[in-house]
């Protein structure tokens, strides 16, 4: 069984929390780093989000709103993306759509495949 998520004090991941998206763009941008390993996003609006090189590893992400976002550059194992909104989104080659679907409706955590 894995850990319930984690609400962290993590300054980066409390932007997320607050669905301050731009600014936590700017903050990655200019090489601060940030802890979202197994963090708590459920429901959020996180579209806009630039998650080339997160950590999303474990990251609940249930109902949350994924819609646009690149994550062929984000480590989204043990993630799990129940319900949701993932339209136009992108996802790591490693994830097979059998697992990208699986999550999405039954809230398994992805697993990569290679």
Same mark, same amino acid.
């Given at each position: ?33 940030? !802890? /979202?390993? #197994?963090? $708590?996003? =459920?429901?959020?609006? *996180?579209? +806009?989000?630039?998650?080339? &090189?997160?950590?999303? @590893? ?6 949350? !709103? /994924?819609? #646009?976002? $690149?994550? =062929?550059?984000?480590? *989204?194992? +043990?993630?799990?993306?129940? &319900?949701?909104?993932? @339209? ?27």
């Amino acid at each position: 069984m894995s850990p319930a998520p984690e609400i962290k004090t993590d300054p980066l991941y409390q932007l997320l929390r607050d669905e301050n998206i731009e600014e936590f763009n700017s903050r990655k941008e200019k090489g601060e780093a940030c !802890d /979202l390993v #197994g963090t $708590d996003l =459920r429901s959020m609006d *996180l579209r +806009g989000l630039d998650a080339i &090189g997160l950590d999303m @590893s474990r990251c609940y992400l249930r109902q949350a !709103d /994924l819609r #646009g976002i $690149d994550f =062929r550059m984000t480590q *989204l194992e +043990g993630a799990s993306i129940k &319900g949701a909104k993932i @339209s136009g989104a992108y996802f790591p080659a490693s994830l097979s759509p059998e697992e990208i679907t699986l999550s999405l409706l039954h809230g398994t955590c992805m697993r990569r495949t290679e």
